[in-house]
């Protein structure tokens, strides 16, 4: 079946921009994450949303970033005034939380987000 | 705050030699995966590892894990120039949301298999 989908693939923003990515979850998949990847470095945590409770932001790097996801489906990264050290790439993952294996995050192909 | 570490971050070898990436993680956790990212692309998962003494094989590669140890291993044998990529192990910590988990990266090892 189809897997995470994320859009754009890639985008080139002028600093102090706001920016949108969204992200597709796997139909069924109510657990969705996003990470920030910097070029080189491994993945740091951003965002949890789990159904209709309310989402872990703990990973939130600044109060620029913000996500919102409607029920079970898709969600969005918001970054407001985009700063040079946003450049990154950023993966969404969901999980199902049933199974043999509940929480196995599945990972989409990520936005490369560029700021000049 | 649990860290993960990897060690080699580069490795550079030659198609046909064994090698061993670790992955050292500083607090208790019951699950741990590893992920291969090729350039431009997402993550792949490799390996779940569930429990003290778990080894899991394909192919060429072999992960084990010692939860007292609290250290994995990844291992690389008579490597082919495919299995270049970039190998991350992830630790799994539980998050706010009861019964959710976040994963903690490790740096990440950057694998080049020669011709």
């Known amino acids: 079946g189809a897997g995470v989908s994320q859009s754009p693939s890639n985008k080139v923003t002028e600093k102090g921009k706001d920016v949108e990515l969204r992200c597709d979850p796997i139909s069924g998949h109510t657990a969705l994450y996003w990470y920030r990847q910097r070029l080189g470095q491994g993945l740091e945590f951003l965002i949890y949303?789990?159904?209709?409770?309310?989402?872990?932001k703990s990973g939130l790097p600044s109060d620029r970033f913000s996500a919102e996801r409607t029920g079970e489906s898709v969600s969005t990264l918001t970054i407001q005034r985009t700063q040079q050290e946003d450049s990154a790439v950023y993966l969404c993952a969901s999980s199902y939380l049933g199974g043999n294996l509940p929480y196995e995050q599945y990972f989409g192909p990520g936005t490369r987000l560029t700021v000049t | 705050e649990l860290k993960v570490e990897q060690n080699p971050l580069f490795l550079s070898m030659q198609e046909g030699k064994n090698y061993t990436i670790y992955c050292n993680y500083s607090?208790?956790?019951?699950?741990l995966y590893w992920y291969r990212q090729d350039p431009g692309k997402s993550l792949e998962s490799l390996f779940v590892?569930?429990?003290?003494?778990a080894v899991k094989q394909e192919g060429r590669l072999m992960a084990s894990l010692d939860t007292k140890a609290r250290l994995s291993t990844l291992h690389i044998t008579a490597a082919v120039h495919d299995l270049s990529a970039t190998y991350f192990c992830?630790?799994?910590?539980?998050?706010?949301?009861?019964?959710?988990?976040?994963?903690?990266f490790g740096q990440g090892t950057r694998l080049t298999i020669n011709p």
């Open positions: 949303f789990q159904g209709n409770s309310a989402p872990d």
């Open positions: 590892l569930l429990s003290n003494g």
């Open positions: 607090t208790t956790s019951d699950r």
């Open positions: 992830a630790v799994v910590r539980p998050i706010i949301i009861q019964g959710a988990q976040k994963l903690v």
